[in-house]
T-cell receptor, first 116, second 115 residues
């Protein structure tokens, strides 16, 4: 079975600084996908970034980058130049491909607070 | 803009009174999912539709049902809500056209309160 671990329940970062949110995973499937979602207090899950297990390069999307270390089974999210609007819950998730759909297994999340 | 819409955003119901939550999408995705997220927890998949095919998770209570009358709409029915069913309910969609990069896109969620 797949498992996602986020060991940081909460993180603080100063505005304009970079922050790394940790995520480790466990799977026996050689083909998998890793996702990061942001969930503000309003509740919507916002897709941030995706990394495929066969991707040679680390994914980047604007201020978001994914530090993918396959041998260590880690997929940490790096947010550069933090903004107050980045304060939210962040979930790491792994996709399991079933016969009919892709199921996501979520970690427990990290609450990020950006301070002035 | 293409999107996933959930109505209502907030729903209050009484213990045991049936309630229906709705989800619609303009992305033309063939897969739709329903998740339950309780306070301070990760989302938990209840079931999904792949086109018209319904797929229930093994641990989803019978109290939860779903309908998908067409590609755009999907409903979550809770037949007899209990206090433990109070949660955020998230709808998501994805496309199987490019399964290797299949990403789920979520709606804003419906917060259900059971009195």
């Amino acid at each position: 079975a797949q498992k996602i671990t986020q060991t940081q329940p909460g993180m603080f970062v100063q505005e304009k600084e970079a922050v790394t949110l940790d995520c480790t995973y466990d799977t026996s499937d050689p083909s998998y996908g890793l996702f990061w979602y942001k969930q503000p207090s309003s509740g919507e899950m916002i897709f941030l970034i995706y990394q495929g297990s066969y991707d040679q390069q680390n994914a980047t999307e604007g201020r978001y980058s994914l530090n993918f270390q396959k041998a260590r089974k880690s997929a940490n999210l790096v947010i550069s130049a933090s903004q107050l609007g980045d304060s939210a819950m962040y979930f790491c998730a792994m996709r399991e491909v079933t016969g009919t759909a892709s199921k996501l297994t979520f970690g427990t999340g990290t609450r990020l607070q950006v301070t002035l | 803009d293409a999107m996933v819409i959930q109505n209502p955003r907030y729903q209050v119901t009484q213990f045991g009174k049936p309630v229906t939550l709705s989800c619609s999408q303009t992305l033309n995705h063939n897969v739709m999912y329903w998740y339950q997220q309780k306070s301070s927890q990760a989302p938990k998949l209840l079931f999904h539709y792949y086109d018209k095919d319904f797929n229930n998770e093994a641990d989803t209570p019978d109290n939860f049902q779903s309908r998908r009358p067409n590609t755009s709409f999907c409903f979550l029915d809770i037949r007899s809500p209990g206090l433990g069913d109070a949660a955020m309910y998230l709808c998501a969609t994805s496309s199987k056209v490019r399964p290797i990069q299949e990403t789920q896109y979520f709606g804003p969620g419906t917060r259900l309160l059971v009195l």
